[in-house]
């Protein structure tokens, strides 16, 4: 990925009042993908959602990284959940027209 399509993680704090340590944190627990370049942090673009939401949970409601990697954690889950629920009404829905 060249450097020009990532996010200083820099100007990502300026803008959201975040710690750069905040998302180093997050990089290394494997929550967002942090990437190195030149002594540079960035994140991929794609990243941003979940880097904000991320962000919103530590700022604006005061949870700890532990907490926000508990929730990462059930969100994963319920998103398998659904998958396989929507996974078996398909398959229900193949008997019922039987």
């Known amino acids: 990925m060249e450097k020009q399509e990532l996010i200083a993680v820099h100007e990502f704090c300026v803008h959201h009042h975040a710690e750069v340590t905040f998302i180093q944190a997050l990089g290394e627990s494997g929550l967002?993908?942090?990437v190195t370049?030149?002594?540079e942090y960035y994140v991929s673009p794609d990243q941003l959602p979940d880097l904000e939401r991320w962000v919103r949970f530590h700022y604006?409601?005061?949870i700890?990284?532990?907490g926000i990697e508990a929730i990462q954690h059930l969100l994963q889950?319920?998103?398998t959940m659904q998958d396989e629920l929507k996974t078996l009404k398909s398959k229900l829905h193949l008997y019922e027209l039987r």
Request: charged share 40%.
């Open 32 to 34: 967002i993908e942090v």
């Open 64 to 66: 700890n990284l532990e």
């Open 60 to 62: 604006d409601l005061d």
């Open 77 to 79: 889950q319920m998103k």
């Open 37 to 39: 370049v030149d002594n």
